[in-house]
């Protein structure tokens, strides 16, 4: 069983960055593939960007290509997104995830374990 705590959420201004945080307890963290959604009022969870174990394939959403980066340190049992040129779209509450496996996947309902979430705001 793994627990998931995400941090570093805020307000930020349009163009401004962020940097979140998450933090794994339990085992097996170190063999699973994990990723970040995020979720704004009203609408479906969607994926962000995807990691697997040993950090060789990434993958990212179209809407953040380029400006969000995702990274992992299996050594201290924690991964990051980092995100940059934020605009008001991106304001929505991110969500940390794993599954038990090292194969990575934009889909929801492949990931078994996930944090409480942190929220993102982006003022015009």
């Known amino acids: 069983q793994v627990q998931l705590v995400e941090s570093g959420g805020g307000l930020v201004q349009t163009g401004g960055s962020l940097r979140l945080s998450c933090t794994a307890s339990g085992r097996g963290f170190p063999d699973y593939a994990m990723a970040w959604f995020r979720q704004a009022p009203g609408k479906e969870r969607e994926f962000v960007a995807g990691i697997n174990w040993i950090a060789g394939r990434l993958i990212y959403a179209d809407s953040v290509e380029g400006r969000f980066t995702i990274s992992r340190d299996n050594t201290k049992n924690t991964g990051s997104l980092q995100m940059n040129s934020l605009n008001p779209e991106d304001t929505a509450v991110y969500y940390c995830?794993?599954?038990?496996?090292?194969?990575?996947?934009?889909?929801?309902?492949?990931?078994?374990?996930w944090g409480q979430g942190t929220q993102v705001t982006v003022s015009s």
């Open positions: 995830a794993a599954r038990r496996n090292n194969f990575v996947s934009n889909q929801v309902h492949a990931y078994h374990f």
